[in-house]
Nanobody
Framework: QVQLVESGGGLVQPGGSLRLSCEASVSISSSNVMGWYRQAPGKQRELVAAVTSGGHTNYAESVKGRFTISRDNARNTVYLQMNSLKPDDTAVYYC????????????WGQGTQVTVSS
């Protein structure tokens, strides 16, 4: 069973920074896509950023230039560095793994709350 454990959420003032981490219980070094999604109250879950096993990245327009996704395959961990946070970034952030091979499937973490407020 694949587990994704997120950490790093919390309360931050506008303009501040947070770094989210997502550790997988299996190796993420093989072909896959790791991503971060978010869901605000009353809204649909949306893609924030994704990174392939080849290092290609994709970002939502609303976070380009402020957020950076990265991965450490040796630690089976993907990160989301969030800078210049805005109140509109407030949401529950979910880690997602689309894996191929032995653990083929689409997996979600439990979510971590990010609140941007003064």
């Amino acid at each position: 069973q694949v587990q994704l454990v997120e950490s790093g959420g919390g309360l931050v003032q506008p303009g501040g920074s947070l770094r989210l981490s997502c550790e997988a219980s299996v190796s993420i070094s093989s072909s896959n896509v790791m991503g971060w999604y978010r869901q605000a109250p009353g809204k649909q879950r949306e893609l924030v950023a994704a990174v392939t096993s080849g290092g290609h990245t994709n970002y939502a327009e609303s976070v380009k230039g402020r957020f950076t996704i990265s991965r450490d395959n040796a630690r089976n961990t993907v990160y989301l560095q969030m800078n210049s946070l805005k109140p509109d970034d407030t949401a529950v952030y979910y880690c997602n793994a689309r894996l191929l091979g032995a653990f083929n499937g689409n997996y979600w973490g439990q979510g971590t709350q990010v609140t941007v407020s003064s």
